[in-house]
């Protein structure tokens, strides 16, 4: 058994008998595709909003969109503006993001995408939407 975590995580036994090998950081790469596609239809941004999150989180993007704290990985944070800019180049909300393409601010883009379609009249609209299909 430990030989296969030490071959899926690529550990490395150093002669003590358990290394905690679940207590090692995990990393895992994101790529485009794993972000998803966003059309810009607000009754697709629950779907999308939670993939994203998720993603990002898995990939050790999650702190970059806390607000309370600094930036401290710029890099990543342009990595984040990449991905949601590939994800929105085909739809509509792709004009929420064209506002941060010179500082390439991933939070910044994350955030007014977040108050877009989750403010007072893009959600009375879902919710309209919503009751009407009911």
């Keep these: 058994m430990v030989f296969f975590f030490n071959w899926l995580f690529g550990s490395r036994q150093h002669g003590e008998e358990d290394e905690k090998y679940f207590s090692k950081a995990v990393f895992f790469k994101t790529a485009a595709h794993d972000f998803g596609k966003f059309d810009g239809k607000p009754d697709h941004c629950c779907a999308f909003n939670n993939k994203t999150m998720s993603t990002l989180g898995v990939a050790g993007f999650g702190s970059i969109l806390e ?68």
Aim: charged share 30%.
């Design 67 to 134: 607000m309370t704290k600094p930036i401290e990985d710029q890099e990543g944070n342009h990595r984040v503006h990449y991905l949601f800019e590939g994800a929105t180049n085909d739809g509509s909300a792709s004009h929420i993001l064209r506002g941060h393409k010179d500082e390439r601010d991933g939070r910044a883009a994350c955030h007014a995408l977040k108050d877009w379609y989750e403010g007072k009249t893009t959600s009375g609209g879902i919710s309209k939407t919503c009751r009407l299909k009911l």
